[in-house]
């Protein structure tokens, strides 16, 4: 009965949001710019899908803007280290969670309908704090 | 050790305490919202910025500053300037029960495909609406299985299948409020945004 309900579950987990499901897409880049899946190093070029858990990675020169399917918009600036730790989104109610963690670097943000979707469902992490994002426009640097 | 064997260690000293920190802008369309300080240096803070245009530190206690007459610095301007674009949204409505397009959504496939032309890495979403006629499951079920017709009538018009996805939302975003279980011609409708 358990192994049932939780198998039912599982099944509406899916059709919610599938693993492995696009969450965003590049829109354009410069320099030095990849997307770090595990240990997959991949060429940030424009149209390349991004999932939850990719790293953002770019050198002295790169730079990566990107739109995600919640209409969030991200532009990385040069020598930046980010995850997409987090990003749950339920396209029909259009509610989620979306966390970021910037290691080091730069990078714009312009929310979408994860923040406006509940109180801090938007977070970003940085080395040495926490953000709720609570609809807007901001940018977030950490020096090296 | 000698003053001159000072310098490097000073300096290393400061950049070591070169804060990361935040700026708050204005949102596009000229109002804004707000980013709280949840955490510091692992301890909760109380901190939110309100104010558009303040530069935040994050670590230890948050300093939250105006950003004053100078504004951004170049780099943080180049990367606001690097954003993309907003999705742009455009609305489709089809003759009841069919996919044969309203003479009036016909123009509006021709600015749909000049929008993705000039979208490097465009991504499609087609979405489904209905009226509040019947109940939120069916309406859920309706509006996706329209979605999905939709996309595929595009993808046959030459629009390319793989950037392409649909999604129903059903009768959570009427164009037009009204009751329950009200037919209207205006919230059926198919919504394509392009990012």
Redesign the interface.
């Known amino acids: 009965m358990v192994a049932k309900s939780l198998f039912l579950m599982s099944l509406t987990a899916l059709a919610v949001f599938p693993a492995h499901a696009e969450i965003a897409r590049v829109k354009s880049s410069s320099g030095s710019a990849i997307v770090q899946r595990g240990t997959n190093h991949i060429p940030a070029k424009s149209g390349q899908e991004l999932l939850a858990g990719d790293y953002l990675v770019t050198g002295k020169d790169g730079r990566i803007a990107l739109t995600f399917i919640d209409n969030t918009r991200f532009a990385v600036g040069p020598n930046s280290r980010i995850a997409v730790s987090t990003f749950e989104y339920d396209r029909t109610r259009q509610t989620g969670s979306f966390v970021t963690q910037v290691d080091r670097g730069s990078l714009a943000i312009v929310s979408g309908k994860i923040a406006k979707s509940g109180r801090d469902a938007m977070k970003v992490r940085t080395p040495n704090s926490l953000l709720g994002v609570r609809g807007t426009r901001f940018i977030v640097e950490v020096p090296k | 050790m000698r003053l001159r064997d000072l310098v490097p260690l000073v300096a290393f000293a400061l950049?070591g305490c070169?804060?990361?920190?935040?700026?708050?802008?204005?949102?596009?369309d000229g109002g804004?919202?707000?980013?709280?300080?949840?955490?510091?240096?692992?301890k909760p803070t109380e901190a939110v910025?309100t104010d558009a245009n303040s530069r935040a530190t994050?670590?230890g206690s948050?300093s939250i500053k105006p950003l004053g007459a100078s504004g951004l610095k170049a780099?943080?301007a180049?990367?606001?300037g690097?954003?993309?674009p907003?999705?742009k949204s455009f609305t489709l409505y089809f003759l009841e029960g069919t996919t044969e397009m309203t003479p009036e959504s016909a123009p509006v496939l021709e600015e749909l495909r000049a929008e993705i032309a000039k979208?490097?890495?465009?991504?499609v979403?087609v979405t489904g609406h209905t009226d509040t006629v019947g109940n939120d499951a069916d309406n859920?079920a309706l509006s996706?299985k329209r979605a999905e017709e939709i996309l595929n009538l595009l993808a046959s018009k030459g629009f390319d299948r793989s950037i392409m996805?649909a999604?129903?939302?059903?009768e959570?975003e009427l164009k037009v409020p009204t009751g329950d279980n009200v037919s209207s011609p205006v919230n059926r409708r198919v919504e394509v945004?392009v990012?």
Request: aromatic share 0%; no cysteine; hydrophobic share 35%.
């Open positions: 950049a070169a804060h990361s920190s935040m700026v708050l802008l204005p949102d596009e804004h919202g707000q980013v709280a300080i949840l955490e510091s240096d692992g910025v994050l670590g948050p780099d943080e180049a990367l606001v690097d954003l993309p907003p999705p979208r490097p890495g465009a991504e979403q859920d996706q996805s999604v129903g939302r059903g959570r945004i990012r």
